[in-house]
């Protein structure tokens, strides 16, 4: 007996220990962020979630375990008055009700607790969209948070009543069957099959008012629950439109209310079928729901095929206009300014000169080689990392300058294996250092870009742009904690042959006390942050420094970016994040993908996080947005007006190119306002594709970021994308948001005639390809050994002409490390096309040089000429052959060069297109 009493007091203590364990695991977890959200300065966020569920879960606790406390007394009381069996009790367990009132309110409440409190907000804050829906009149904030937030409720409520009633039948079962308290003598437990069925029979009589009260319970939630589903009609999918259609209204709208007047009658049967001992008439209630379903589908399917279908048009067609309203209501499209573009004007040397600042800011640069080349020559170290290439503006040299930048990260999971121990991961190399920045529209001598930003510590070349504090503590793949304010510096910049060190001196971190010591040694599951003896009292720990789940953890309500950009501002170095609400419940509005996982969008807040610092600040961006508002009055003062932003970083505010994208995306079928056009999808666009890359990748165009004057307006920073017909390459429209000033925001789309030709990206790139002049001179320059990479084809407006650009990258066809260098850019206007060495020189090519033969020159000699180069040309092609052949690659290059040189005489004296 000792050994087993021995052991079950082992086993006790050892539960208790892993007990006691996850309570302070749990306990510390909380602690830790706690004094994160304290430090960064929204501790109301950390509390808001906790005060709401001790507001709704005690009293909530409370309560119903005091209701089944006596709910279960009472079914105890029932139970031992019943003489169902000869029953012996032995002794009375008063504990057994409260015990299990206890576990079962805690249960309920542990889940109405999860699913409902931020939805229960929600509830109470909603702000009005001041637009109803076009069917029960409603307000728009009554589908997006207070429909989710009753069918939650009416879920919450159905698994509660199952629950109960389980517990119901259990407990009932155990008074009866319990060995030991109140045991039951049957026929010395040889139970005949006879007499268990008088036993069930029995028992069902005993328990037949709860479970008739159970059932008329289900059947009124059920009730509520078809009330609800009336108005999920709104979100019906059908083949033409999404929304409630003819057949919605006309079946399956009466038969949810029918279904909730039957459910109620249900109920009703169910108590008097529960008082009467009379199972069988409470069963009426769901055959007769049942039968109504079954009738209703059958209504459904035969009016939608036998009616509709033939005449789908003329009885669609008013819920089709409903679906195209709100959906462009819903994605931000109804305000879109559209305007006439007629593509035809000739432009002249002088429209050139009128549009400079256009043209200067014409990206012959691509993101993509800029990214490669700036980890290239950047990069410097193993364990320094451009992630990507963002673009903005700045004024440069007095002139408003678009261009491209990136930030300098501290990747120390690069360092070598040897040198990846704690210290330096964590106390040693903890920050990125400074940006690189080039503008868009310019490259070096040997096709590099011309960076202005460049090397450690940062260097302006030709800039205002001044980076005083170039050190980035926080950013997009900063994924470790650091630890600062050490007794040893930490690893600056790489200065020669040696390094520079640093000490912190920003705000950031939660000091490192013992307690605190010990609280993250177990967040960790390190013990070396005890034990380190580098960390001091003074030492400060800084967590959750990746910028996005910084964001996720303060605001999980918003949706982020992906793609966060860097911004030089006063010296500092800020990340601007674009936050979006959401919702999938707006009525009639089109699902943006088959998963509906929106179907109403706004980029409503601008993020900006100090790099050094850590500091977060909400911007809002969009005071008309009403979700935006509805957390504003959940967690009040987190939004800041965008008002109360530097007016520096202001000017770096742009147009989401995420949300852009959508919105372009939804506008390719839903600039259609007339509902016979819509229906045939007589006009529907698509966005234009381009060849790119090495392997010239047929791809759509991607949305750009261009400087540039648009009819009627002035310079400045747009977002544009063009549109080709629907299985077609001619362009059609272009949308383009503006990103400066008051107009931030605006969408404008310009509509390109339907009866006149105007070539797509794609038909250009077609050009190129068949270019007797252009072709030749790119499978040359992709020779062995080499890659020409094509970049994004632009489509800039010019006045009311179209220009296009496209730049062509060189680089190695072998080594993951090859450097893409600009050496040609093709220019194309109406019927000319022209490849050069840069921008300028094609623009001169193409609107810059008379044409004319000079005045000591006759026909006759141009045309000997002609003739001349033709034969120069073909003789330098078949010597640089025989070069590559040879392996002579000097003598190659050298040949190109000069049969470069002759087609462009060649092409200059012929006027070739």
């Known amino acids: 007996m000792k050994p087993t009493n021995g052991k079950k007091i082992l086993s006790v203590i050892l539960m208790i220990l892993a007990a006691v ?44 375990t005091v209701i089944l406390y006596f709910y279960f007394i009472f079914l105890k009381s029932a139970v031992t008055k019943r003489d169902l069996v000869v029953v012996t009790i032995k002794k009375k367990i008063a504990l057994i009700p409260l015990a299990a009132s206890i576990v079962l309110s805690f249960i309920i409440t542990s889940l109405a607790n999860s699913l409902l409190w931020f939805k229960l907000l929600e509830f109470l804050n909603a702000s009005s969209f001041n637009t109803k829906d076009p069917v029960f009149g409603k307000d728009i904030s009554f589908y997006v948070f207070k429909l989710p937030f009753l069918e939650s409720l009416s879920g919450v409520l159905l698994t ?78 059908s083949s033409i439109s999404f929304g409630a259609g003819y057949t919605d209204i006309a079946v399956k709208l009466n038969l949810y209310r029918i279904q909730t007047v039957l459910c109620i009658a249900a109920a009703v049967l169910a108590v008097l079928a529960g008082f009467r001992k009379k199972f069988k008439l409470m069963l009426l209630g769901p055959i007769v729901l049942i039968a109504v379903s079954l009738i209703g589908g059958v209504a459904a399917f035969g009016l939608e095929n036998y009616i509709v279908a033939p005449n789908q048009y003329d009885k669609e067609e008013p819920y089709l206009k409903k679906h195209i309203q709100y959906t462009q209501l819903a994605y931000g499209l109804d305000n879109v300014e559209n305007k006439e573009f007629s593509a035809s004007e000739d432009i002249t040397l002088e429209d050139i000169k009128a549009n400079d600042l256009t043209v200067k800011n014409i990206p012959i640069n691509d993101y993509k080689p800029t990214l490669d080349m700036y980890n290239s020559i950047q990069g410097f170290r193993i364990y320094y990392e451009f992630n990507d290439i963002d673009i903005d503006r700045y004024m440069i040299n007095k002139l408003y300058t678009q261009v491209f930048i990136s930030a300098r990260e501290m990747d120390n999971g690069q360092l070598e294996e040897n040198a990846k121990n704690w210290i330096n991961q964590h106390l040693k190399y903890t920050h990125g250092f400074g940006v690189a920045v080039s503008p868009v529209n310019k490259v070096n001598e040997v096709g590099q870009p011309d960076l202005t930003v460049k090397d450690i510590p940062p260097k302006s070349i030709g800039t205002d742009i001044e980076v005083t504090e170039p050190r980035i503590y926080f950013g997009e793949s900063t994924d470790t904690y650091a630890i600062t304010n050490c007794k040893t510096p930490e690893f600056d910049y790489p200065s020669g042959s040696d390094n520079k060190e640093n000490f912190y001196e920003g705000k950031a971190g939660i000091k490192l006390t013992l307690f605190n010591r010990l609280a993250f040694a177990i967040r960790e599951q390190n013990i070396k942050i005890i034990l380190s003896t580098d960390i001091t009292s003074d030492s400060k720990i800084l967590i959750n420094r990746n910028i996005k789940a910084r964001l996720a953890a303060i605001a999980p309500f918003f949706s982020y970016d992906e793609d966060p950009y860097i911004v030089v501002s006063e010296g500092k170095l800020y990340w601007i994040v674009d936050a979006f609400t959401s919702s999938n419940r707006y009525p009639y509005s089109k699902p943006y993908n088959t998963e509906n996982t929106f179907n109403y969008i706004r980029n409503s807040v601008k993020v900006v996080i100090d790099a050094y610092n850590g500091d977060v600040t909400f911007y809002q961006v969009d005071k008309d947005d009403p979700i935006t508002n509805t957390y504003n009055k959940i967690y009040p003062g987190i939004l800041k007006p965008i008002s109360e932003m530097s007016e520096d970083l202001r000017s770096h505010v742009r147009y989401s190119q995420t949300m852009f994208d959508i919105q372009s995306d939804i506008y390719r079928t839903y600039h259609m306002n007339n509902t016979k056009v819509f229906y045939n999808k007589e006009d529907q666009w698509e966005v234009a594709r381009q060849v790119y890359g090495a392997e010239k990748e047929t791809m759509k165009v991607e949305s750009a970021y261009l400087i540039m004057k648009l009819p009627d307006r002035d310079e400045e920073f747009t977002l544009m994308i063009p549109y080709t017909a629907r299985q077609k390459d001619n362009m059609v429209a272009w949308m383009s948001a503006m990103n400066d000033g008051d107009d931030y925001g605006k969408l404008m789309v310009y509509n390109f005639p339907k009866q006149s030709l105007v070539y797509g990206p794609m038909q250009i790139e077609q050009r190129v390809d068949q270019d007797t002049t252009i072709s030749p001179q790119l499978t040359l320059l992709g020779q062995q050994g080499s890659q020409v990479v094509r970049g994004n084809m632009l489509t800039i407006p010019i006045e009311e002409a179209i220009l296009y650009v496209e730049p062509i990258y060189i680089k190695a066809s072998d080594g993951d490390r090859a450097l893409p260098e600009l050496k040609k850019v093709i220019a194309s206007y109406k019927n000319k096309i022209i490849m050069a060495d840069s921008l300028e020189s094609a623009l001169e090519q193409i609107f810059g040089k008379s044409q004319a033969p000079q005045p000591n020159e006759t026909p006759g000699e141009a045309d000997k000429d002609v003739n001349s180069l033709i034969t120069k040309a073909n003789s330098l092609f078949t010597q640089a052959q025989e070069a590559q052949k040879g392996g002579d690659w000097a003598k190659y290059g050298e040949l190109i060069k000069q049969l470069e040189s002759v087609l462009g005489d060649l092409k200059a004296l012929t006027n070739t297109p």
């Open 21 to 64: 364990s996850i309570m302070l695991v749990a306990a510390n977890k909380y602690y830790i962020d706690l004094l994160w959200f304290t430090e960064v300065g929204y501790t109301q966020v950390f509390l808001k979630e906790i005060v709401t569920r001790m507001q709704i879960g005690v009293p909530m606790f409370l309560v119903l």
């Open 160 to 237: 509660i009543l199952f629950i109960v009633f389980i517990a119901t039948l259990a407990f009932t079962a155990l008074t009866f069957l319990s060995k030991g308290r109140e045991a039951i003598q049957i026929s010395e437990l040889e139970i005949r099959k006879e007499e268990m069925k008088d036993f069930f029979i029995k028992f069902g009589q005993l328990t037949s008012k709860q479970i008739g009260i159970f059932a008329a319970i289900f059947f009124l939630l059920l009730s509520f629950d078809y009330y609800i589903r009336t108005f999920t009609i709104l979100y019906s999918p």
